[in-house]
């Protein structure tokens, strides 16, 4: 399978590219993004094959599909990494809370949030395919939370592979804090910035565009790539786990094989709606798909009224902090998927030089035939954690965004399969405050809390946090992350 930029071809590069060459330098012509020239078949005989299936074996049956450059034994190795998720067998509990309402939990993994579910494999084979090639590649990460631990935790001790990873100093959880620099590899650097998660953003972007800082990277034969969400090396994986949630429900007794049902998923860089997007374009049964966000809900507009409009919003800080965000990178591969690569590059071109772009009537109608969307208020959704929590469901408050949309999207009565993003342990305060009322407690009070009050244990990752030395102490002003991040390479 090939790989084609959503902007299209600006000349200087290779029309279509192998996957391994896509995921090493994900930058494409015009600043747009990597997608898969066509998608395989996967419908319901496909499904039907696979309705024994385990995890592994259905996710090595989707990246066979695909048949991408990756090495079968790369692969399995890849694969392998669900193994250390806290069920090997069932890498991805799918849980009944009401007859309509189905919890598909992708946060499992190492880290407690959904970014494991592509990050754990990603880290294997961008570590194989660096390797086999001889080069060394640096991945810069600035992260609010929860892809900078997700980050860390695949590529600790890969070889040819170097992290630098930028957090807001005071701007994450302790839990999130903690998972970063605690971390000791020493292919790992973890650095803090005084300021908010936009400073460092902002700093590695200046980063990213100094010719000085590349040319300090080539004297040192580094090369950089990306591991956020505009990789495709991270999409291919988050394919799966729509698939196997759907074949839960029916080994369930749910829904019979071929019946729709709607994906209900909590949104910020739309990666994980991207995926929804990806199987049922490849024949997954799937109604529609319900984009859930916070009050940053640029997206609610976005499906409701084909508008795109970044004017005058400004990021405000919620209880969901990892959909904490208005510039939502993978929308452009649906616009590119449904309107073609000359569209795609002219409204993103209004996005970028005017701050919108609106879609024609006929171009929404498209959007709305395919996603319906909502967003709930950080008031809303305490009232949905408390109340799930009281019929015997405790969920985080990213997955809470999805209840309004549970309730007001669904035109059919069909199931409703929700994506919970994050364990309870990573957003422990917000919960705590709203199961008991609690105001500012510190993520320790808060998990003990909360333990107590669901009856549930901190899980040892966790309770371990807390215990380990600080081996990255490292906390500096902006102007000091190049020299920092030279040094450690
Ligand atoms: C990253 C993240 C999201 C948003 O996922 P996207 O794929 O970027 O839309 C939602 N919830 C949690 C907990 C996350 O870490």
């Keep these: 399978m090939q790989f084609i930029e959503t902007r299209g071809n600006d000349g200087s590069r290779p029309v279509r590219v192998a996957f391994s060459q896509a995921i090493l330098n994900p930058m494409s ?33 989707v990246m066979e599909a695909f048949n991408t450059d990756i090495p079968p034994d790369v692969l399995q190795r890849a694969l392998d990494r669900y193994d250390h998720f806290d ?27 959904f970014k494991d579910m592509a990050l754990q494999p990603f880290g294997v084979v961008l570590s194989a395919l660096a390797q086999a090639r001889d080069e060394h590649y640096l991945i810069l990460a600035a992260t609010s939370g929860d892809t900078g631990p997700a980050t860390l935790e ?49 700093a590695l972007k200046s980063l990213l565009s100094s010719d000085r800082f590349h040319a300090a990277l080539r004297e040192r034969d580094t090369r950089l790539s990306a591991a956020n969400s505009v990789n495709f090396g991270r999409i291919i994986f988050q394919q799966i786990y729509h698939l196997h949630s759907y074949l839960e429900l029916v080994r369930q007794g749910a829904i019979s094989l071929g019946d729709k049902v709607y994906l209900n998923v909590p949104s910020g860089n739309f990666g994980n709606a991207l995926g929804g997007y990806y199987a049922m374009k490849m024949g997954l049964p799937v109604e529609k798909i319900l984009i859930s966000s916070n009050s940053n809900n640029i997206l609610t507009d976005f499906v409701r009224h084909g508008r795109y409009d970044l004017r005058g919003r400004q990021v405000v800080a919620t209880t969901s902090p990892a959909m904490d965000i208005l510039k939502s990178s993978n929308v452009e591969r ?6 073609g690569a000359e569209r795609t590059r002219e409204l993103m071109a209004l996005l970028d030089e005017q701050g919108h772009y609106q879609l024609s009537d006929s171009e929404t109608a498209r959007v709305r035939s395919i996603f319906a969307a909502d967003f709930a208020t950080d008031q809303e959704v305490e009232t949905a954690i408390r109340e799930n929590f009281e019929r015997g469901y405790l969920m985080d408050p990213h997955t809470a965004t999805c209840l309004k949309a549970h309730h007001n999207c669904r035109d059919r009565d069909l199931p409703d399969i929700v994506y919970s993003t994050a364990e309870w342990t990573k957003f422990s305060p917000t919960i705590a405050h709203a199961l008991t009322g609690e105001v500012d407690a510190n993520d320790i009070d808060a998990l003990k809390s909360i333990s107590q009050e669901a009856g549930l244990s901190i899980p040892p990752m966790i309770a371990a946090l807390f215990d380990r030395p600080i081996t990255q102490p490292t906390v500096i002003d902006k102007q000091d992350i190049e020299q920092e991040i030279l040094s450690f390479i």
Excluded at 41 to 61: E, M, P, Q, V
Excluded at 334 to 339: A, I, N, Q, T
Aim: charged share 25%; net charge negative.
């Design 87 to 113: 069920d090997p067998a069932q890498p991805v509990p799918v849980v009944k809370v009401t007859d309509d309402l189905f919890v598909s939990e992708l946060y499992h993994g190492p880290t407690r949030a």
């Design 29 to 61: 012509s015009f600043g747009g993004l990597y997608v898969p020239e066509m998608l395989p078949d996967l419908g319901i005989d496909f499904l039907r094959r696979h309705l024994d299936s385990d995890y592994k074996a259905l996710a090595r049956a």
């Design 154 to 202: 695949t590529f600790k001790n890969q070889a040819n592979v170097k992290v630098a990873c930028l957090y807001p100093d005071g701007g994450t959880s302790d839990v999130q804090r903690l998972q970063m620099v605690t971390e000791d590899a020493p292919n790992l650097k973890v650095i803090g910035v005084h300021g908010a998660f936009d400073d460092a953003q902002t």
């Design 334 to 339: 649906v616009l590119f998927d449904l309107f």
